[in-house]
């Protein structure tokens, strides 16, 4: 089939590459306009551009409406459009354009975690299962008719950047799969189900602030769907934030307040509601991650603490050295 790949970040990229080696063709790429990036925010290609001009394949940003992108579209007789985290909405008219439709691949198990968050929000309720699937694009968010599956396990200490990248290649895997069957003919799309619907709406740097007034699994688990992005956070007392990598709960340590800092020589332990949790790589404000004993090191060297050093949100307690 001639092929129109939608696609924008490095999580689209293995669907790409596993769509040119085919035997499929992909005569055009459609991806998001350059956008800013970094403190100095210079316009920079999304990572799909980036390796679809490398292969020398024509790149459209423009956004995809009206009649002027269907002729478009109707002049390359494209056949199927994959789309992998593309980014925006369809419209009717778009949606129709092509004879085998718009084949999205989402990492969920649908109906489960619609939306643009799916491997994060399913780390962060806990799933211990997860997958993708291929379907048809409507005009609903993540609601057309499944044509492919696959399902991946979650492990006990998966980032949601760690999970991502399985999907990612496996759910290549799958694109083509069922690229292949719709071009034999032998598949047939089949409506999601109503039960078991979850939303999964992008989570916002304000989600992922950590209040160490509850249980030690909810942290660590919502730290873990956080990582890379938006990046877990909480609140030092001086004001200024202090960004959280993965965190170890320690069910034999219960003896510490929420948000009371217990430092060591290798390790500093935080509590919560329920047990401690022992912090990994730190970040405090305008300077680069380090391991926690060092930034506690630092930290009681150069300031007395007289509260919970993060509980309530904004206070805390004095870190207290072995």
């Known amino acids: 089939m001639r092929l129109l790949f939608a696609g924008t970040p490095e999580a689209a990229i293995p669907s790409l590459a596993a769509l040119i080696a085919s035997n499929h063709e992909v005569v055009a790429v459609l991806t998001r306009p350059d956008a800013p990036v970094g403190r100095r925010r210079r316009l920079t290609p999304s990572p799909v551009r980036v390796v679809a001009e490398a292969a020398g394949i024509p790149v459209c940003t423009d956004v995809p409406r009206g009649d002027e992108f269907v002729t478009w579209l109707r002049g390359l007789a494209i056949d199927a459009a994959p789309v992998v985290a593309y980014g925006h909405l369809l419209r009717p008219e778009v949606l129709a354009a092509l004879p085998f439709g718009w084949v999205n691949l989402h990492f969920s198990l649908l109906p489960a975690w619609r939306g643009a968050a799916p491997v994060q929000r399913a780390i962060i309720a806990g799933d211990e299962v997860t997958g993708a699937t291929t379907f048809l694009l409507d005009e609903g968010m993540d609601t057309g008719p499944t044509l492919g599956v696959m399902t991946e396990s979650i492990r006990e200490r998966d980032t949601s950047g760690d999970l991502l990248v399985r999907l990612a290649a496996a759910g290549a895997e799958l694109l083509v799969k069922t690229l292949d069957a719709l071009e034999a ?8 189900p109503s039960e078991g619907v979850s939303l999964a709406p992008k989570l916002l740097p304000d989600d992922a602030f ?23 956070w909480t609140m030092h007392p001086e004001g200024w934030r202090l960004g959280l990598g993965p965190v170890t709960p320690q069910p034999d340590v219960v003896d510490l307040a929420p948000g009371e800092v217990w430092a060591g020589k290798r390790s500093v332990l935080v509590g919560t509601i329920t047990c401690a949790v022992e912090l990994g790589l730190v970040q405090p404000f305008g300077r680069k991650p380090m391991p926690a004993a060092d930034w506690a090191r630092g930290a009681v060297k150069a300031t007395h603490y007289t509260r919970n050093l993060f509980a309530n949100h904004r206070l805390g307690q004095a870190l207290r050295p072995d």
């Open 185 to 192: 003919g032998a598949l047939s799309p089949a409506p999601q």
């Open 210 to 232: 950590i209040d160490f007034q509850i249980p030690a699994v909810a942290i660590d688990r919502l730290i873990r769907g956080c990582t890379p992005a938006p990046g877990a």
